[in-house]
């Protein structure tokens, strides 16, 4: 079975600092991994995700992920926060077997102070 | 190009009648994923359909839910006799391919259900 962990529910930074969201993960065997941002009513949107190769994978809007099997963990990063950033983000696993949907986290709600 | 549609973006109504949700995804794309997202939570999956293999129905929470799709476009999520449990946003992904590299689902807007 595969599961996702997102361990803070909410996250804080003040702009222009980096930012970072936390994400864990459990899979039988290699995992893809990918990160969505939810905006208020409206869908879900993909930023990133890892396949296979460079562990620091880069995605829309200056984001950026590491994966890291020893931990299996996908932290979501930023060297700068923007108040526009302001949004849910959700973590999703999916394993490379047959198993073809994603597991995603609880979500972490990130608030940009300005 | 055209994102995922999904129709109506709410829907209100009463308990124990049927409802039906429609999903349009990406041209081209070859999976479709249902999914659904209740309030505060994160997502949970509900349905898979991947060419003309059969679909995986693994996620769906009862007898009540099914869902069709034609060929590799229009799917339809149908709920019968409607519970107020029912009530979520109700979330439809494509993707180009199952396995590979381009596996990264789109989403829809979703489809507000209330079940009053």
């Known amino acids: 079975a595969q599961s996702v962990a997102q361990p803070e529910d909410q996250v804080n930074v003040a702009e222009g600092n980096p930012l970072t969201v936390k994400c864990t993960y459990s899979v039988s065997g290699n995992p893809y991994l990918f990160w969505y941002v939810q905006y208020p009513n409206r869908g879900l949107q993909f930023l990133l995700k890892y396949i296979t190769g460079d562990n620091l994978v880069k995605g829309s809007y200056g984001f950026e992920a590491e994966f890291n099997k020893s931990q299996t963990s996908f932290h979501l990063k930023k060297p700068s926060a923007l108040v526009s950033d302001s949004a849910l983000y959700f973590c999703a696993v999916r394993e490379r077997g047959s198993a073809r949907q994603l597991t995603f986290g609880s979500g972490t709600q990130l608030t940009v102070l300005p | 190009g055209a994102g995922v549609s999904q129709s109506p973006s709410n829907k209100v109504t009463e308990k124990g009648k049927d409802v039906e949700l429609r999903c349009d995804p990406i041209?081209?794309?070859?999976?479709l994923y249902w999914y659904r997202q209740r309030l505060g939570q994160g997502l949970e999956f509900l349905i898979y359909?991947?060419?003309?293999?059969?679909?995986?129905k693994s996620g769906l929470p009862s007898d009540r839910f099914s869902a069709e799709r034609t060929g590799e476009s229009v799917s339809t999520l149908t709920i019968q006799r409607t519970q107020q449990e029912d009530s979520a946003v109700y979330l439809c992904?494509?993707?180009?391919?199952?396995?590979?590299?381009?596996?990264?689902?789109?989403f829809g807007p979703g489809t507000r259900l209330t079940v009053l």
């Open positions: 041209s081209g794309h070859t999976a």
């Open positions: 359909f991947q060419g003309n293999s059969a679909p995986d």
């Open positions: 992904a494509s993707s180009l391919a199952a396995s590979g590299e381009r596996v990264e689902q789109f």
